[in-house]
């Protein structure tokens, strides 16, 4: 039987992603779908635009990983063919056209950085305790410029980005201040960088907006650590629990099984993310 929390007491360290933090705000049903229920319900088909995403990603990081004299727009589209998934694609023809589009994304971003400029870090996980929060991420690239640190961020999607994109995102924020202390270096500046534009969206935050993003996240996670503990108590309904219906239930993977998330809106096909071609 767990010991009981005095008042007074401080809470039992919790530890949290933003995905995790993002996905309780998003949804509490999808939390509990995605993090708590064991086995999760089933998903549905995959997305085409997380594979895109994902491809670019393992692309963009294998590159760094080559010995310098390989890091060549070239071998960086090569990379896309190593990694291509065609999962969630309408058809061949659809997967086809969409691996040569990555290609072209990643050899024309590739053409824009320096081989030279040694990353601090690609795929990093970082981490930082806040409050009565264990925070940790994973950063897409990780810059030194100067005597600072610059948190890069991939994006692929088809929507244009704007600066308060970065500005409110509170992934970004978590882990420049998560890198500042894993790295032991100041990190202020967290960038977007958006592939099929070819745009870079940038916020500086300073000691007030990382402290209030931090504290932001240890509120969040105060209150999945409360439903954790009354799932595990045996309390999984809808009060603790309940669907959030609302635009973003048509790319839910749990949406099959969440009557409210099919009535909010119409089922979209596995490949309705990627731009129409």
């Known amino acids: 039987m767990s010991q009981p929390i005095l008042d007074g007491m401080p809470r039992r360290l919790y530890g949290a992603t933003p995905t995790r933090l993002n ?7 999808r939390y509990r779908f995605t993090y708590l229920d ?5 998903k549905g088909p995959p997305w085409a635009h997380n ?3 994902a491809v670019v990603h393992n692309a963009l990081a294998g590159w760094w990983r080559l010995p310098r004299p390989a890091r060549t727009p070239e071998r960086a589209g090569s990379l896309v063919d190593e990694y291509w998934l065609s999962e969630g694609f ?4 659809q997967a086809a056209l969409w691996r040569q589009r990555a290609r072209e994304m990643v050899v024309g971003y590739v053409a824009g950085l320096d081989p030279d400029d040694e990353p601090r870090g690609v795929e990093r996980t970082v981490g930082l305790i806040h409050g009565g929060t264990s925070l940790t991420g994973r950063i897409d690239r990780v810059d030194q410029r100067g005597d600072d640190l610059v948190i890069v961020d991939y994006k692929t999607g088809r929507h244009v980005l704007t600066t308060d994109d970065a500005r409110s995102s509170l992934a970004l924020a978590v882990y420049a201040a ?5 790295l032991r270096t100041p990190c202020r500046r967290v960038e977007l960088h958006h592939l099929p534009s070819g745009t870079v969206i940038a916020w ?7 402290r209030r993003h931090l504290d932001r996240a240890d509120g969040i996670a105060a209150e999945c650590a409360r439903a954790d503990a009354a799932f595990k108590a045996g309390q999984a309904g809808d009060d603790l629990f309940p669907p959030r219906p609302s635009s973003l239930c048509g790319w839910c993977d749990f949406v099959q099984h969440c009557p409210e998330g099919r009535a909010a809106v119409p089922a979209r096909a596995s490949w309705a993310g990627l731009e129409s071609a």
């Open 90 to 93: 309408r058809d061949a023809d």
């Open 204 to 210: 500086e935050h300073d000691e007030r907006t990382l």
């Open 178 to 182: 998560a890198a500042a202390r894993t």
């Open 23 to 29: 996905t309780w705000l998003d949804c509490p049903r």
């Open 51 to 53: 594979t895109l995403g």
């Open 38 to 42: 064991r086995p999760p319900p089933p």
